[in-house]
């Protein structure tokens, strides 16, 4: 009898320490990633180019912050940048620079807790210092190069600054082309990002306060406006939605006006019980079968739209248009589209529309940047099955496919094309003579 009970109360003992167990883990697990929108890049991602998700040259928030590659002196080049924001509000003046500053470290402390959950990591380094400095590193930054793309809106006074706050220090990121650029790819990267809520209480605190400001916008208009000369998104989000991060704001600044009504981009909602991201036949293929491939107008990325040519002999004299909008390729274009798919294979609730269209490219395209691109990734819902659909089936019709075919084998090579013009006009001799052997 004591036996039964030593074995009921032991298993009693390892319920109750397996449910605390549980309910510990569901704690946990709830905390760390039910506000998480910064995330550490898949493994099998970063494998396939660790460049593309590391920092070059700065690190922002707590994930790179500890990097042996990164010099320490980068450090010293933020907290130049934090001075010169400090003296924008302040004109030089130490008091006023140390009250500002105060402000900012107690608002940081009141937001310490909450940004920590952004992280889906126990990140133990990250404290009001890390976000007062790395923050208003990157709103000096975004600041500046609003003034250089909106070189009109540059008072004297600003054209100043560098000389006479600085000691006649030139700048020592933007007097080099290169640093620039590598700034810039740093602020992109998907662990490199610092919640947007602390950007946009630091600017408030700071940006928002400087005396004669070149322009009276808003921290959403200073990002979208650096961004623009390379990334020409069709809407900025509205700010009443909420924004996770830097790379998040450009992610949704590059979709379609509305997001959801998807007519006027790609068509609808993937075919029931077909998977037209297979069936896709290459863009040669499409181009033998009539299908003619033409650049969109360039302010909308995911445009793509196919028309049907209804006339039976429309492959031959009419092709039928392939509309898709024409993608500028720059040194950083690869590492923006990883860091974009990266976000929207991580994060819960962001449309996968970058994803979707790096497969629909890798389908039409024997490219190297797109195949490597969708290597790795998991495709949800394919934003541009409609489009496929139809462009697929066109070309299986009859005409289409008898028109490629003839282009495939015949006329693909100049040989080739000779080969069948001599044979035409063999045939076609042939076949004069054979009429003329009936009148003689």
């Known amino acids: 009898m004591s036996e039964g009970i030593s074995d009921e109360q032991a298993l009693n003992s390892l319920t109750q320490s397996i449910g605390e167990k549980i309910s510990d883990g569901v704690w946990k697990t709830e905390k760390s990633f039910s506000s998480a929108c910064i995330y550490r890049v898949p493994e099998e991602l970063r494998k396939l180019k660790e460049s593309a998700y590391t920092p070059r040259l700065v690190s922002i928030g707590p994930l790179h912050s500890k990097d042996k590659h990164l010099k320490p002196s980068m450090q010293d080049v933020k907290m130049w940048y934090v001075n010169f924001l400090l003296c924008r509000m302040t004109g030089g003046s130490e008091e006023r620079k140390f009250t500002v500053l105060a402000k900012c470290l107690k608002k940081m402390n009141l937001l310490l807790e909450d940004t920590q959950k952004s992280y889906t990591e126990k990140v133990d380094n990250l ?46 990121l933007f007097a080099s082309r290169l640093m620039r650029i590598t700034v810039q790819h740093d602020l992109l990267l998907l662990e490199n990002q610092l919640p947007f809520c602390v950007l946009e209480k630091l600017f408030l605190k700071t940006v928002a306060k400087i005396p004669d400001r070149p322009c009276n916008c808003s921290l959403f208009d200073y990002v979208i406006d650096r961004m623009d000369s390379e990334n020409k998104g069709v809407a900025a989000p509205k700010k009443s939605k909420k924004v996770h991060h830097i790379l998040h704001m450009l992610h949704d600044h590059c979709l379609p006006c509305d997001p959801h009504k998807r007519e006027d981009y790609s068509g609808c909602d993937p075919p029931k019980g077909e998977d037209y991201r297979g069936l896709m036949p290459s863009a040669s293929n499409l181009a033998y079968a009539g299908v003619k491939f033409v650049a969109g107008n ?94 697929t089936q066109y070309s299986k019709r009859r005409w289409p496919a008898f028109v490629a075919h003839v282009r495939r084998e015949y006329l693909a090579t100049p040989w080739t094309f000779i080969a069948f013009c001599v044979a035409f006009i063999a045939f076609g001799m042939g076949i004069a003579q054979f009429i003329l052997s009936f009148f003689k």
């Open 298 to 391: 360039g302010k909308n990325l995911f445009k793509v739209k196919f028309t049907e040519v209804k006339s039976c002999l429309g492959g031959c004299f009419r092709r039928a248009p392939f509309e898709i909008s024409t993608l500028n390729l720059y040194d950083s274009t690869e590492v923006f589209l990883r860091n974009l798919i990266a976000f929207e294979q991580c994060c819960p609730g962001v449309s996968g529309y970058f994803t979707s269209y790096a497969f629909l490219m890798d389908k039409l395209e024997a490219s190297d940047l797109f195949n490597k691109l969708c290597k790795e990734v998991v495709l949800g819902e394919f934003y541009f099955a409609q489009t496929c659909k139809q462009a």
């Open 127 to 172: 404290n009001a210092e890390m976000l007062v400095v790395d923050g208003c590193f990157i709103l000096e930054i975004l600041y500046r190069y609003h003034l250089l793309n909106n070189p009109q809106k540059k008072t004297n006074e600003e054209r100043e600054k560098n000389t006479t706050e600085t000691g006649n220090i030139s700048d020592p």
